[in-house]
């Protein structure tokens, strides 16, 4: 059993840091996104180095205080927010935003953890380099945030999840150690990573300080087009002549329903469509050229060898940046039209990518028996995550369909998970998604994950109720 926060452990932090270290709990501390947790008290400290980290983490653990990591507070499934129970302190990364080192001709960049993931990308950039993690959050998310939780983004078809872009981890562990692990090296086989064990783990392991990130050269042009595609297997099939024709070059190819369409110009944001009728599908395709290749006539190639196949019947190729820009804002402005209009259960699943299309089609079917719903199908299909969100009809609330939600989330998730895939793709697990994993989990899996948390956190101070329970 944890306890709360005393007025002896109050006495003894703010002893030993400065006054800057200590913010006011605003309610941005105890909301996520979504809206679906609402935390309670908390005392809140925002360290701006790696040993006042290890100072807070060493306090909580002789005191029996659970900690709660916060980085920018975009997750999605609560891994940021503690409900109930012993009042914990909330440690934020805020203050830990700087650059430590850039090396150009390694390709690697050391930042701390409080680092906007925009600032990431920025720093990349004046050293003409890309660092390619990139999120519709990417303007408030921080890095130690994105490790945490592993996150994907629109370009791990090319350049993988978060985990595929760290080179190395500094952290606190439950103890208060800390873990020395900023390696810059590419090959280190000296036992076990201990940086694999950090990523993903969503706080409940230890606490991320700072990271060496991979960088990349940048490609010598870029460019994006919007295809109309006949349904998704015509799109998978188009993603597979893509790789044919460009390689390694394509870099992100997303799906797009014209439900996502129709939620736009129904609450908005308002954003250009470039077709004179909503398309039933598109996809929107970006490109990463190297040197002596151009963007727009290599989509122009690919746009004609799908034709020729029946692949595409419609199609966009941006003529500028700021057109591309401007496809990309219609994908980026989706998510936010999903909220406005509330979704009665929404859902990051992944599937193999050949079974995308099955998958669409058997969770329509298996839905449409339980009510009439509106379906938003859209994602990352490159890499098989589909963000697959279900919503009532017009004049209809999600309030409506409450007594549902339990039995939508099941059939979308047994089914995901009956086809060889995942009900958690890339948002995590947190407090939202703890009961999906003891249903759907490997036990032995499940098994090591437990006695991992219990020899590094015996105490269970870290991020207490989310992943790992029991």
């Given at each position: 059993?944890?306890?709360?926060?005393?007025?002896?452990?109050?006495?003894e932090?703010?002893?030993?840091?400065?006054?800057?270290?200590?913010?006011?709990?605003?309610?941005?501390?105890?909301?996520?996104?979504?809206?679906?947790?609402?935390?309670?008290?908390?005392?809140?400290?925002?360290?701006?180095?790696?040993?006042?980290?290890?100072?807070?983490?060493?306090?909580?653990?002789?005191?029996?205080?659970?900690?709660?990591?916060?980085?920018?507070?975009?997750?999605?499934?609560?891994?940021?927010?503690?409900?109930?129970?012993?009042?914990?302190?909330?440690?934020?990364?805020?203050?830990m935003?700087?650059?430590?080192?850039?090396?150009?001709?390694?390709?690697v960049?050391?930042?701390?953890?409080?680092?906007?993931?925009?600032s990431?990308?920025?720093?990349?950039?004046?050293?003409?380099?890309?660092?390619p993690?990139?999120l519709?959050?990417?303007?408030?998310?921080?890095?130690?945030?994105?490790?945490?939780?592993?996150?994907?983004?629109?370009?791990?078809?090319?350049?993988?999840?978060?985990?595929?872009?760290?080179v190395?981890?500094?952290?606190?562990?439950?103890?208060?150690?800390?873990?020395?692990?900023?390696?810059?090296?590419?090959?280190?086989?000296?036992?076990?990573?201990?940086?694999?064990?950090?990523?993903?783990?969503?706080?409940?392991?230890?606490?991320?300080?700072?990271?060496s990130?991979?960088?990349?050269?940048?490609?010598?042009?870029?460019?994006?087009?919007?295809?109309?595609?006949?349904?998704?297997?015509?799109?998978?099939?188009?993603?597979?002549?893509?790789?044919?024709?460009?390689?390694?070059?394509?870099s992100?190819?997303?799906?797009?329903?014209h439900?996502?369409?129709?939620?736009?110009?129904?609450?908005?944001?308002?954003?250009?469509?470039?077709?004179?009728?909503?398309?039933?599908?598109?996809?929107?395709?970006?490109?990463g050229?190297?040197?002596?290749?151009?963007p727009?006539?290599?989509?122009?190639?690919?746009?004609?060898?799908?034709?020729?196949?029946g692949?595409?019947?419609?199609?966009?190729?941006?003529?500028?940046?700021?057109?591309?820009?401007?496809?990309?804002?219609?994908?980026?402005?989706?998510?936010?039209?999903?909220?406005?209009?509330?979704?009665?259960?929404?859902?990051?699943?992944?599937?193999?990518?050949?079974?995308?299309?099955?998958?669409?089609?058997?969770?329509?079917?298996?839905l449409?028996?339980?009510?009439?719903?509106?379906?938003?199908?859209?994602?990352?299909?490159?890499?098989?995550?589909?963000?697959?969100?279900?919503?009532?009809?017009?004049?209809?609330?999600?309030?409506?369909?409450?007594?549902?939600?339990?039995?939508?989330?099941?059939?979308?998730?047994?089914?995901?998970?009956?086809?060889?895939g995942s009900?958690?793709?890339?948002?995590?697990?947190?407090?939202?998604?703890?009961?999906?994993?003891?249903?759907?989990?490997?036990?032995?899996?499940?098994?090591?994950?437990?006695?991992?948390?219990?020899?590094l956190?015996?105490?269970?101070?870290?991020?207490?109720?989310?992943?790992?329970?029991?």
């Amino acid at each position: 059993m944890l306890n709360s926060v005393t007025d002896a452990l109050r006495a003894e932090l703010t002893s030993k840091l400065p006054e800057a270290a200590f913010r006011e709990l605003t309610d941005a501390y105890l909301h996520e996104p979504r809206g679906r947790y609402h935390g309670g008290d908390g005392f809140l400290i925002a360290p701006d180095c790696t040993q006042d980290v290890a100072l807070v983490v060493r306090a909580c653990a002789a005191a029996g205080v659970g900690i709660i990591p916060y980085g920018g507070g975009t997750g999605l499934v609560g891994g940021q927010v503690l409900e109930s129970g012993p009042v914990p302190v909330i440690l934020s990364l805020e203050r830990m935003t700087k650059i430590r080192d850039v090396f150009p001709n390694e390709n690697v960049l050391v930042a701390e953890a409080g680092t906007i993931l925009a600032s990431v990308q920025d720093a990349a950039e004046a050293v003409n380099r890309v660092f390619p993690l990139s999120l519709a959050s990417e303007g408030s998310a921080r890095i130690g945030g994105n490790l945490s939780t592993n996150a994907g983004g629109v370009n791990v078809l090319r350049y993988g999840n978060a985990r595929d872009l760290c080179v190395g981890l500094e952290a606190v562990l439950p103890d208060g150690a800390i873990l020395n692990g900023l390696s810059r090296l590419k090959k280190n086989n000296t036992g076990y990573d201990l940086r694999h064990l950090m990523i993903g783990a969503e706080g409940t392991l230890g606490v991320i300080t700072a990271a060496s990130l991979k960088l990349f050269p940048k490609p010598a042009g870029e460019g994006a087009a919007l295809m109309v595609v006949p349904d998704p297997q015509a799109a998978l099939d188009l993603l597979t002549l893509a790789g044919d024709l460009l390689g390694h070059q394509v870099s992100a190819f997303e799906l797009i329903n014209h439900m996502g369409l129709d939620f736009l110009g129904e609450v908005g944001p308002d954003v250009r469509v470039p077709f004179e009728q909503a398309p039933e599908w598109m996809v929107l395709i970006d490109v990463g050229c190297v040197a002596g290749v151009e963007p727009s006539r290599a989509l122009e190639r690919l746009f004609e060898a799908g034709a020729e196949r029946g692949l595409v019947s419609d199609g966009v190729i941006a003529q500028s940046g700021a057109q591309r820009e401007a496809f990309w804002t219609i994908r980026e402005s989706i998510p936010e039209a999903n909220r406005r209009i509330g979704s009665v259960s929404s859902h990051d699943t992944s599937v193999p990518v050949g079974r995308i299309p099955e998958f669409i089609e058997r969770a329509g079917k298996a839905l449409a028996r339980v009510d009439d719903f509106r379906i938003n199908c859209f994602g990352h299909v490159g890499d098989g995550n589909l963000h697959y969100n279900v919503f009532p009809q017009k004049g209809k609330s999600r309030a409506d369909h409450d007594h549902q939600r339990a039995e939508v989330k099941r059939i979308v998730h047994d089914l995901a998970v009956e086809m060889g895939g995942s009900f958690s793709a890339e948002h995590g697990i947190g407090r939202l998604k703890v009961n999906d994993l003891n249903r759907y989990g490997d036990p032995t899996k499940l098994a090591a994950m437990r006695v991992i948390k219990a020899a590094l956190d015996p105490n269970g101070i870290m991020n207490p109720g989310a992943v790992v329970t029991g």
